[in-house]
């Protein structure tokens, strides 16, 4: 059976800091020295990727070495969202997600866009894999 994927999301750059963004930006204009900047940095958000699939939500980090985690929604027991009231404005934020049974948070991705949309995919699918499991089999 395979996993359909819901959503594929990366860290946001121009939400996260516009005024950094819109600094490079400048500076690609004036020295051209802002397009290294922009690259360098563009590279450090992609490295980052959110992936919620019908059954999981798994974080892949790095793209040389690679780091993955991931957590069935069905052992999913808390969503942590914060946001500065600068993040608020520009609807970005941290999301956090916990399993029962470990000490400490599982998952944690910065400059996530529309965090409370991504809490509600997983919400969502975590009650499906819920009332699936505690449907009797026919």
């Excluded at 490079?24 to 020295?33: D, E, F, I, R």
């Excluded at 919620?52 to 969202?81: A, D, K, P, V």
Aim: glycine content about 6%; some cysteine.
């Amino acid at each position: 059976m395979e996993d359909k994927t819901i959503l594929k999301t990366h860290p946001s750059m121009f939400r996260t800091r516009p005024l950094t963004f819109t600094l490079c930006l400048l500076l690609v204009a004036l020295y051209g020295l802002g397009l290294v900047l922009l690259l360098i940095w563009w590279f450090m958000h992609t490295v980052d990727t959110l992936i919620i699939s019908e059954h999981r939500t798994t974080l892949r980090r790095g793209i040389f070495s690679r780091h993955i985690t991931e957590i069935y929604h069905s052992h999913l027991r808390n969503i942590q969202i914060s946001q500065s009231f600068y993040q608020r404005l520009f609807n970005v934020g941290t999301i956090r997600l916990d399993v029962s049974g470990q000490g400490c948070i599982e998952i944690v991705v910065h400059g996530i866009a529309k965090p409370y949309k991504v809490k509600g995919i997983i919400e969502g699918l975590r009650y499906k894999d819920e009332e699936r499991a505690l449907s009797p089999v026919s």
